[in-house]
């Protein structure tokens, strides 16, 4: 039998994991690989991990073998059944205290039952969400672990040394909460993602089609975005993707087609948050709108059909315009991440978990796709009132709001006038205006839900809690229906 002389295991040798394996390598950490498709295997000793300390196993058996006790074997498969068959394979060559860590993008409640399942036969499992990419996974990625409690103290010390880390050298890794938990966080945080991604998508839209701006000039702009509020990763790459040429010197964006893919967490997100009752409207748009994105024959079709606006809305000051889209997206942001702690508050409630809103923040500063400079002042926030009930009752969020919303609608509006959509733009400040309304006109619906369906209501004149009943016609009856809150 081989010596088991390795500090952790890992199964899957995609881009993702062949990255995390050099990164633990970098870090001095001894690592044992095996692929399904055990050809792989030598072939990334052959090419990648050549002149490393990885070792390669050709079974699951062998894999085993070769790791010190507690065995710790990171799972980096695709997710759904193939863990749970992965997972079933790798069980007989375990032993009490082992610990099973599933890195891919796996469904919250799939580690909570994994979690429950492996406990009862004494392994330890971890679901932890990755972000960062590639790029991210080889050189220090956000790491989101979760799962079972008692695992933490034997991944901690990798999982922190091949994080991404802050200035202050902390790293974007941190304990996360029992079962789920890390793998919900991930989930927010791809939702997250993809409301900046719309977002950004958006302001390029309105600069390019309201304003005319060419891919050099959106360059320009974004570049010097990334130096102010919106300094980010992905305003930095997109800076890049405007001045990438094709091979004919044409900007690459501009051939690119129209219709945008998705994996799942976005989609997942809005379920939780629909689950939970909770208005997590603008990633809810952000999916939608990469929906209709991938109607686009069915769009070239429309558009021969359907008319905007007869003429444009003239820009005077192009600067301030501009400045303005600015504005949007910044306080567009703000209501998205409002949002994502909202549903991360709710299910915390919901599951019982006691999640560290200020560390989420900290753990998303660096390495994954949506660190921003704006992360520290969420994390900020949470360092001043760690009961803090909403992001925009924060004094910094609220002030930016209650000081850029005049551009944010001058913005909006010429959106409209333009006949540029900008569903998340749009959703945000609708949200926005509702969130800061005392009283919504939901009266009037409660009153028709009580007139077609005696659901009742309660009144402004008595305490919570006290339901109605109207006889609104004069013929209906007494009995009202069972009430129930989403």
Aim: glycine share 10%; proline share 3%.
């Amino acid at each position: 039998m081989p010596e088991a002389s390795c500090d952790i295991g890992l199964i899957g040798l995609a881009v993702m994991g062949q990255n995390l394996v050099l990164n633990m390598n970098d870090h001095g950490f001894k690592v044992a690989v095996f692929n399904r498709t055990v050809s792989k295997v030598d072939d990334f000793l052959a090419s990648e991990a050549k002149g490393t300390q990885v070792v390669g196993a050709h079974s699951m058996e062998e894999l085993a073998a070769l790791l010190k006790r507690p065995r710790r074997v990171m799972l980096m498969v695709k997710a759904g059944d193939s863990v749970d068959q992965t997972i079933d394979h790798l069980r007989p060559f375990l032993e009490k205290g082992d610990i099973v860590i599933d890195g891919g993008n796996s469904l919250f409640t799939d580690s909570n039952r994994r979690t429950r399942d492996l406990a009862a036969k004494g392994i330890l499992f971890i679901g932890t969400g990755v972000s960062g990419g590639e790029e991210g996974a080889r050189f220090g990625p956000s790491i989101m672990p979760g799962g079972n409690p008692a695992a933490w103290p034997h991944v901690k010390a990798i999982f922190q040394a091949i994080s991404a880390k802050v200035e202050d050298g902390t790293p974007c890794c941190d304990w996360v909460g029992e079962n789920g938990a890390g793998h919900y966080v991930k989930m927010v945080h791809n939702g997250i993602e993809y409301g900046d991604m719309q977002l950004i998508c958006e302001a390029y839209d309105l600069l390019q089609r309201g304003l005319g701006l060419t891919a050099d000039e959106l360059a320009e702009v974004f570049t010097e975005w990334n130096k102010g509020e919106l300094d980010s990763y992905l305003i930095e790459i997109s800076s890049h993707i405007f001045a990438k040429k094709d091979e004919d010197g044409t900007p690459l964006v501009d051939k690119i087609l129209d219709t945008a893919g998705q994996k799942g967490t976005g989609k997942w997100t809005v379920f939780s948050a629909l689950d939970l009752g909770q208005p997590v409207t603008l990633i809810g748009e952000s999916v939608f709108a990469r929906c209709l994105s991938a109607l686009k024959e069915e769009r070239v079709e429309a558009s021969k059909v359907l008319q905007g606006p007869a003429t444009k809305p003239a820009v005077g000051d192009r600067a301030a315009f501009i400045e303005d889209v600015r504005r949007a997206l910044y306080c567009s942001k703000i209501i998205s991440y409002a949002q994502g702690y909202m549903l991360l508050h709710a299910a915390a409630k919901e599951n019982g978990w006691n999640l560290n809103m200020g560390g989420i923040a900290l753990m998303w500063r660096g390495g994954c796709i949506i660190r921003s400079r704006f992360l520290g002042m969420i994390k900020a926030a949470y360092d001043k009132n760690p009961a803090l009930e909403n992001l925009l009752l924060d004094s910094f969020f609220s002030g930016a709001l209650n000081q850029y919303q005049a551009s944010w609608r001058k913005g909006l509006a010429h959106a409209v006038e333009s006949g540029v959509p900008t569903p998340a733009f749009s959703t945000a400040l609708a949200f926005f205006d509702g969130y800061r309304t005392g009283r919504l006109p939901a009266n009037l619906l409660q009153a028709q839900r009580d007139y077609f369906g005696a659901h009742t209501y309660e009144r402004t004149d008595k305490p919570r809690g006290e339901f109605f009943h109207t006889n609104w016609t004069g013929r209906g009856g007494r009995t009202s229906s069972s009430t129930y809150t989403a």
